[in-house]
């Protein structure tokens, strides 16, 4: 399986040539379409998760790709998905776990969100620390958000001890805070015994 991460929230999956896209939200500018795409999650109904723009370009270059999220997800499309849902499309099968948007503010209403594992092996939590009830090998792993402390992140990574780590939903940072992150994330990582990563689109991984 060979990970492509984009900018923010938004990573690819691709085996045997088909694609599975993540998130691609309005701060993604580095997104290129892949060659073939069989499915579509979006965790939940947030522009930086989930790109009007984006979302069309993909359904239109590949409209028999399936699209999963929570049913507030606003398209004619969308196969709706819970936690506790399943799903196999192509090369890859789905478990979504959660169900709620970390809390931001009481003036703040919060969507539905969903944790999607991908082949028991790849850990999307979208904008929440819901740990999954099986290991993750690799986590995309949420570092600067309106919706959390550090310490909240930190605490996932302690408790999901994957692997691999990289980190996403940092769109709004700037490089020193990148930099503060890295240094805070990578620390707890050496702690649990994982391996904490940040790449970007020109280094595609393949993952073990």
Not at 47 to 55: A, K, R, Y
Not at 189 to 199: D, I, L, N, P, S
């Amino acid at each position: 399986m060979i990970l492509t991460k984009y900018q923010h929230a938004c990573t690819v999956l691709t085996v045997n040539n088909q694609s599975l896209v993540i998130d691609p939200g309005v701060w993604t500018d580095d997104f290129v379409l892949p060659k073939d795409v069989v499915a579509i999650v979006i965790t939940h109904n947030h522009p930086d998760h989930n790109s009007p723009e984006l979302l069309q370009q993909l359904q239109q270059a590949f409209p028999e790709a399936a699209l999963y999220g929570p049913s507030d997800v606003a398209n004619d499309a969308l196969i709706p998905v819970a936690a506790g849902d399943t799903a196999q499309v192509g090369p890859f099968t789905l478990e979504f776990f959660g169900g709620e948007h970390a809390h931001i503010d009481k003036s703040v209403p919060a969507p539905q969100n969903l944790g999607v594992l991908v082949n028991e092996h790849f850990y999307h939590p979208g904008d929440s620390f819901a740990v999954p009830s099986k290991p993750v090998a690799v986590l995309a792993l949420p570092v600067t958000a309106p919706w959390m402390k550090v310490a909240e992140s930190l605490d996932f990574l302690r408790a999901v001890k994957p692997k691999l780590a990289f980190p996403i939903h940092d769109a709004i940072a700037n490089k020193t805070g990148q930099d503060v992150a890295d240094m805070l994330h990578g620390a707890v990582a050496q702690e649990v015994g994982c391996t904490y990563q940040r790449f970007d689109a020109s280094q595609p991984i393949t993952l073990s």
